[in-house]
């Protein structure tokens, strides 16, 4: 159990597009989500904390104009990377928690590799 | 703030044991996770601690907490080909809805 689904796997859009991700729970419910982004050889960097049926609270640095999160239903968060320019290129994966088990931890996505040209 | 630290690579051959060290800062972290990332995918859970645990084992993995020290270990034993992936430790107030700080990762290369 604890599944978290993630598409596309692989994008490759031209510069000034808006490219959307989508992150499901496909066998739990998750009133939060997380999306990270990972640049190459370097750690995860949370980007923002996805909250079903309000607005998303996005770290320091992040532009919340420019990674549009929509949290609409228990199971599926969208992150939509806006006017995307090459520098957006980077690993992005998004996890939620079935609960406060942590035999589960918190649940991954495979990620999406998002490349802009 | 919070921190957490890793050396960055470690080269085995197969069938030794592997260990990959991690040391955190804040002294209030609840849950201890090990994550392993291979390439272009996502992460895998392999096994967390609670930081009132010395010592979990799981298989081939064993866990070490000296909290006292804020240092952490993943000892992978028998370690395959197999294993080769990049190693996360992370740490987070509790589990399920406060986020995780993750350390930037152990690469373990494992050679026949």
């Known amino acids: 159990g604890a599944v978290v689904s993630q598409h596309p796997s692989r994008v490759i859009c031209k510069s000034g597009t808006s490219v959307k991700i989508e992150c499901r729970s496909l066998d739990f419910q998750a009133t939060t989500m997380f999306w990270y982004r990972q640049f190459p050889k370097q750690s995860l960097m949370l980007m923002a904390t996805s909250n079903e049926g309000s607005k998303a609270t996005y770290e320091q640095g992040v532009e919340k104009d420019k990674f549009l999160i929509n949290h609409a239903s228990l199971t599926l968060s969208t992150l939509t990377v806006t006017s995307a320019h090459p520098e957006d290129s980077s690993f992005y994966i998004c996890?939620?928690?079935?609960?406060?088990?942590?035999?589960?931890?918190?649940?991954f996505g495979s990620g999406t590799r998002l490349t802009v040209v | 703030g919070e921190d957490v630290e890793q050396s960055l690579f470690l080269s085995v051959r197969e069938g030794d044991s592997s260990v990959i060290n991690c040391t955190y800062t804040?002294?209030?972290?609840?849950?201890l996770y090990w994550y392993k990332q291979e390439p272009g995918a996502g992460l895998q859970l392999l096994t967390y601690i609670f930081s009132n645990m010395d010592m979990k084992q799981d298989q081939r993995l064993t866990v070490l907490l000296n909290k006292k020290d804020k240092h952490l270990s993943l000892r992978i034993a028998d370690t395959q080909t197999g294993d080769s992936a990049i190693y996360f430790c992370a740490e987070s107030k509790n589990s399920g809805y406060s986020t995780l700080t993750f350390g930037k990762g152990t690469m373990l290369l494992v050679s026949p």
């Open positions: 996890s939620a928690s079935p609960g406060t088990d942590p035999n589960y931890g918190y649940t």
């Open positions: 804040d002294s209030s972290s609840t849950y």
